[in-house]
């Protein structure tokens, strides 16, 4: 997979660069400042990229708008965003595009190498991946209408929203999957959304609802 990289921290960034070569992947470029970011995505349309949300000169959201653009002028461009801190406004105008093919990610997660690389593939494959911490504030966002939901049923909203399939979901919580299916069945009634087959579109009428 060719990757471009967009983090100004010269460690963090050496870092990525590593991790992603020794993982088998070809890093296309690297950039140090938001106004590099566009260009280096332009001219090498990538097949995913790991963006920094506050970049140089106003470090403020100058990679977000990088993604946000790019993927205007690439649709389907994989972008994973990451990030010091939740920033709620932040993740939910970088899903308003669309979820396909985003993750947004605390910078913590970079270090938990194996979650981090099993992120980047499902957004690169065109799937969703969300930190569960940014998951829980888009749910408690919405805290009143989630009171109907069981707290077991709350479990599964969570993991659905981070873009895990219904065999990840049995395994993190140590129940079948037919008992997965169940619950979101229920959950889907509850918050009155359309029942919909597995795959993108759940996790697009979840994120739908979260940001809603």
Known sequence: MRIVIAEDNV?????????LTSDGHEVAAVAGSGPEVLPALLEHRPDAAVLDVRLPPGFRDEGLR???????????????????YVEET?????????????????????????????????????????????VS?????????????????????????????????????????RSVSKHIGAVFAKLGLPPTDSGHRRVLAVLAYLNS
Request: glycine share 10%.
């Open 66 to 84: 990088a993604a946000i653009e790019a993927r205007k002028r690439i649709p389907g461009l994989p972008v994973l965003v990451l990030s010091q």
């Open 11 to 19: 460690l963090l960034r050496e870092g990525l660069v590593l991790l």
């Open 90 to 134: 932040y993740a939910a105008e970088l899903l308003s595009g669309g979820a396909e093919g985003v993750g947004y990610l605390l910078k913590d997660r970079v270090g938990r190498v194996d979650e981090f690389l099993d992120a980047l593939a499902r957004v690169a494959a065109g799937g969703t991946a969300l930190d569960p911490e940014v």
């Open 137 to 177: 504030q888009l749910m408690t966002a919405r805290s009143d209408p989630l009171r109907a939901l069981t707290p077991r049923e709350r479990e599964v909203l969570g993991l659905m929203a981070q873009g895990l399939d219904n065999a990840t979901i049995a395994t993190t919580l140590v129940i079948t999957e």
